[in-house]
């Protein structure tokens, strides 16, 4: 056993009881517990992972990637679905970085704790939690129909961007308060303003963080398939999209599509198209987690 | 009023005449041009707690003036108020005056920007940011929008030189700040406000987290620097209040009990309760 028992069982202390045996017990029991846990939440990941992989890494061929569907999508490529789950999430990120960070700045750094930033506050996690349907609609309701942008990138880029908005915000607040309050004082005590002061030491100091949130947004805007739904997501399309106002086939759509909607659809295609989605969200998930842990590595404080 | 955007290094008249309270009974000397007037100064703060009750206070030129006293007596308050970092606290009533040649710095038109540069300030303990040492030190002049090389070379060479740590880091300029020690990382904050050439020196306990040597090198450089600067220092310790005090001020409670030159005050208090502190009766 380790030197503290060794030392709990020489030196008998007359105040405190002996590390009895039970004691022991309990407590190599709950670590089996605890690693047990870890276990049953891992495996089941890795096996979907390993699964789809075997499945559906003999389908991918540059054919595959870059080439039209043919035949009722039974064969031919995913080329337009890859396309256009590129387009939406640089949409997406378009609009939802810019205003999400601006958004944290603002709470982080100039908002006072009062009642009306609280209420923002509880609105945003709330945000958080409504399901991906519900944006659907509403951006259905909203911008496909309400502001005629019709079933377009540009409605499905905002009903993503939207649905992404609340994740960025908590993360870029969260990464801007982990700097240490001490370097906004000394900047502003050597004369600087408090936007000189965010933009020369809280920025760079938060942006690991904040790029870290902004990918783990956008990997989920790319991954879903219901506020696309109604907002941009084409059933087919023999050509690509030309401009942000033209629909688009998306992989998640996609993959819902020829799952569930085309007989007869041959299941390496399927498997196929749940890889390329797959390697483009653990890709962003890679990116993300290279970024932090570069960032902890040559962090000063 | 042109506050603070001109006209700063010109004399002005002071507004009001020097009569106050604090400089009476225990105030021996008499101050001719004090840099800093403390008018009838009371801050308190958002939760109800007064900080600084009616401060009445004159602080002269090339001195070292020493505020002291048990904690939460308000001496980091003052001090903070007289570069107006107290803005970013949560001080709801401030009352009174404080004067910086003839101009009130609490006034609302202060440029504030412009204040802080006038008037430096070190913390008790080193932060030094998260960028390398000349960068730290140009800090405040990129802030200012100085880009002219030659002159960031001469005042970072200049004022590590004036904060005694010039030969400890001159080759090693562009190594990140948090590489050196305590003591070193507290001279580079006090290098770092004197960058700006300011005319004024606050320090709030500089050398609470530094060893003996290093505290040191920081009195030895602060008792050169007064030649040229006004340098208001909260002290550590009691002992460290009587080695550097020109004139030194006892804060009790919010409240100044005696403010006289610096060896009175250490052998020959006035007030019983400088005396029982003084000598160690509480603390």
């Known amino acids: 056993m380790t030197a503290g028992n060794n030392f709990s069982t020489t030196v008998e202390s007359r105040v405190l009881p002996s590390f009895s045996r039970r004691r022991k017990w309990i407590q190599r029991i709950g670590f089996t517990g605890l690693t047990l846990a870890t276990l049953v939440t891992v495996t089941p990941i890795l096996l979907i992972v390993i699964h789809i992989f075997s499945n559906g890494l003999p389908a991918i061929s540059w054919e595959f990637l870059f080439e039209f569907p043919r035949d009722g999508m039974r064969s031919g490529g995913i080329f337009p679905a890859i396309v256009g789950t590129f387009w939406l999430t640089l949409g997406t990120a378009a609009f939802s970085v810019p205003l999400g960070i601006g958004a944290a700045i603002y709470l982080s750094e100039y908002a006072t704790e009062n009642r009306w930033t609280r209420a923002i506050r509880i609105a945003i996690i709330n945000l958080a939690g409504i399901p991906s349907i519900v944006y659907g609609l509403f951006g259905l309701g909203l911008f496909v129909i309400f502001l005629r942008m019709g079933t377009s990138i540009l409605a499905g880029s905002l009903t993503l961007a939207i649905m992404t908005l609340p994740v960025i915000i908590s993360t870029t607040e969260e990464a801007l308060r982990a700097v240490p309050n001490s370097f906004r004082v000394v900047s502003i005590s050597l004369g600087g303003t408090r936007w000189q002061t965010i933009r020369r030491v809280v920025l760079p100091q938060a942006l690991p963080g904040i790029l870290t949130g902004v990918v783990l947004g956008l990997e989920r805007a790319a991954g879903e398939t219901a506020p696309i739904l109604f907002t941009v997501a084409a059933f087919y399309l023999a050509r690509l999209p030309s401009s942000i106002f033209d629909a688009t086939m998306a992989l998640p759509y996609h993959l819902f599509v020829i799952s569930t909607q085309v007989p007869g659809m041959p299941i390496q295609i399927q498997y196929g198209t749940a890889v390329v989605l797959l390697t483009f969200v653990l890709l962003m998930n890679i990116t993300a987690t290279v970024i932090r842990s570069w960032a902890r590595a040559r962090r000063q404080w | ?283």
């Open chain 2, 1 to 283: 009023m042109n506050a603070f955007n001109s006209d700063l290094n010109e004399p002005s008249p002071v507004p009001m005449e020097v009569k106050p309270r604090a400089l009476n009974a225990s105030m021996e000397i008499v101050l001719t041009d004090p840099k800093i007037i403390v008018e009838h100064l009371s801050i308190s703060y958002s939760d109800g707690t007064e900080s600084l009750k009616d401060i009445y206070l004159a602080i002269p030129k090339n001195a070292i003036t020493v505020l002291f006293g048990p904690a939460g007596g308000g001496k980091s308050t003052l001090l903070r108020t007289i570069n107006r970092l107290n803005d970013l606290a949560d001080v709801v009533k401030v009352q009174g005056h404080v004067w910086l040649d003839g101009v009130d710095i609490l006034s609302p038109e202060i440029d504030v920007i412009k204040l802080r540069r006038k008037v430096g300030i070190v913390f008790a303990r080193p932060v030094v940011l998260p960028l390398t040492i000349r960068q730290n030190l140009t800090y405040g002049l990129e802030l200012a929008g100085q880009k002219d090389r030659t002159i960031h070379a001469d005042a970072v060479e200049r004022s590590l030189k004036a904060a005694a740590i010039w030969d400890e880091v001159k080759d090693r300029l562009d190594e990140p700040a948090v590489s050196l020690s305590g003591g070193q990382q507290q001279r580079i904050c006090l290098a770092r406000s004197l960058v700006l050439e300011p005319e004024v020196i606050l320090l709030d306990e500089p050398t609470s987290g530094l060893d003996p040597i290093s505290t040191g090198k920081v009195e030895a450089s602060l008792q050169t620097l007064k030649e040229n600067y006004t340098i208001v220092l909260v002290p550590h310790s009691v002992q460290q209040a009587a080695r550097v005090a020109d004139y030194a001020a006892f804060f009790l409670g919010g409240e100044l009990i005696e403010y006289t030159i610096g060896k009175q005050i250490f052998t020959n208090p006035l007030d019983s309760r400088t005396e029982d502190y003084v000598e160690g009766r509480f603390g």
